[in-house]
């Protein structure tokens, strides 16, 4: 395996701060208009099943770029890519704001996350090859947002919504947009293509990306012919990826025995802890009728336990070692759940808060392994591939998750009070978290770099 030389820490750092915003804009505004929909609905003048759509076409449109990062990062190389899509995704940003109708708004809203999409999996493919051997010590620069964003963008959204109306949600960003652009022009380092001229595979793109899309959709919505179809198509993907040797998203990646088991904590991850973040806001809006802003308040001590154990993550790394890390940070996240299975016999708020912080500092803990194992256990011209084929693999996860707890949460409603119904949903969320510990048993001791 050949790996770059080290860059100087400054100037990762500096690469980290630029990628970094990347990702926080793209996760922003896949959330920030949950809370405005009302508001859009009642301006345009439309109906609420339209407007909804504002939200899925981002969704789609980001779901649907993902699995061509790769192949374009490739073929153009990361730098060109990035700047395109932080480009493309601000455009949108001010289209969106200058939006005439429910129509045109999610027509920009596709456009939005076909930039937004290819932003997170480019960005993580960059900075895993210019970090080189000291990707374990700075992962938690590029992996913070995941945490962070989620918990602001509900919060910025409830703010501006609030004080200068639904257009402020896009006209707030552009700016941050705007700078991110002209940051990353002066910071990226030039990274030509790969010298890879393999063909598009139209073919998988064709079955990949729609699959992925339907996929996600149809469980976030609940609509099961269209999660269906989306599953469908994904096998018929598997198929043809293990026929074709330039298929878009390489499955050969997985005869690599870190990689595959990297992806399972990856896919289990998404489909127990990070999806769990459904049940947390809509507990406190629903049950203790908490406004957005007053709700990500109180998800804050998740986001700060999470990014106190990220920034320190690679001193920790550096000490335990993977598998160590992993199972670490997987029983703090247990522990920091247990709580909130208990909350149909009211358990105090400064219980939940604390159980919070313990829940995010074991996220934090969770992530800087898998994504260490993950890329450095790779030649670094593969690293863009792997970058799709984690965030796929993650999307696919979450989605999983994210549809089981929706449906247990509402079985649960028809026959018991709130919170003990939130109680039985956090419940099946410990019971999947625990799952994570298989994976994390197969973990490295060591570092792979």
């Known amino acids: 395996m050949t790996t770059p030389m080290a860059r100087p820490d400054a100037a990762l750092w500096r690469l980290g ?22 508001s859009i609905a009642r301006d345009l003048g439309s109906p609420l099943p339209t407007v909804q759509w504002v939200a899925s076409a981002y969704l789609l449109a980001a779901s649907a770029a993902i699995p061509l990062s790769g192949w374009l990062t490739d073929r153009f190389g990361g730098r060109a890519v990035w700047l395109a899509a932080v480009a493309i995704f601000t455009a949108g940003t001010l289209l969106c704001g200058f939006a005439w109708s429910a129509p045109a ?13 290819l932003m997170q999996p480019v960005g993580q493919a960059v900075f895993a090859q210019e970090a080189g051997p000291a990707l374990g010590r700075m992962i938690g620069v590029i992996t913070l947002p995941a945490t962070v964003a989620p918990v602001l963008g509900p919060m910025l959204g409830g703010a501006l919504v609030a004080d200068f109306g639904w257009r402020w949600m896009f006209f707030g960003i552009v700016p941050l947009g705007v700078a991110t652009f002209v940051s990353a022009r002066r910071l990226l380092p030039a990274s030509p293509p790969e010298g890879n001229r393999t063909p598009l595979d139209v073919r998988g793109i064709l079955l990949l990306s729609p699959g992925l899309a339907a996929f996600v959709y149809g469980l976030a919505e609940g609509v099961a012919v269209v999660g269906i179809t989306g599953a469908v198509l994904l096998v018929a993907y598997g198929v043809h990826a293990s026929r074709t040797p330039s298929a878009v998203l390489d499955l050969k990646l997985f005869r690599a025995k870190a990689f595959t088991v990297a992806s399972a904590s990856t896919f289990l991850l998404g489909a127990s802890l990070y999806s769990s973040m459904l049940l947390l806001p809509l507990y406190y809006q629903q049950v203790e009728q908490a406004s957005a802003l007053t709700a990500g308040l109180l998800l804050a001590p998740q986001a700060l336990g999470s990014a106190a154990v990220m920034l320190a993550g690679g001193r920790l790394l550096a ?19 247990v709580a909130f299975t208990q909350l149909g016999s009211a358990p105090g708020g400064v219980l939940l808060t604390l159980s919070l912080l313990v829940r995010g500092a074991g996220l934090g803990a969770a992530t800087t392994p898998g994504m260490t194992t993950l890329y450095g256990s790779l030649e670094r011209s593969r690293i863009p591939r792997a970058a799709s084929a984690f965030n796929v693999i993650n ?50 001791t060591r570092s792979p770099r």
């Open 17 to 38: 701060g630029v990628l970094i915003m990347g990702a926080v804009l793209s996760i922003l505004d896949a959330t920030i208009v949950t809370v405005g929909i009302d």
């Open 105 to 117: 708004l999610i027509v920009f809203r596709v456009l939005h996350g076909l930039g937004g999409g």
């Open 319 to 337: 000490r335990f070692g993977p598998r160590r890390m992993m199972l670490a940070g997987i029983v703090l996240s247990l522990l920091g759940t």
């Open 395 to 444: 999307r696919i996860g979450g989605s999983l998750g994210t549809a089981l707890l929706a449906a247990i949460l509402h079985s649960a409603l028809t026959s018991s009070a709130a919170p003990a119904a939130f109680g039985v949903a956090f419940t099946w969320a410990l019971a999947l978290s625990a799952l994570t510990l298989i994976p994390a048993a197969f973990f490295p």
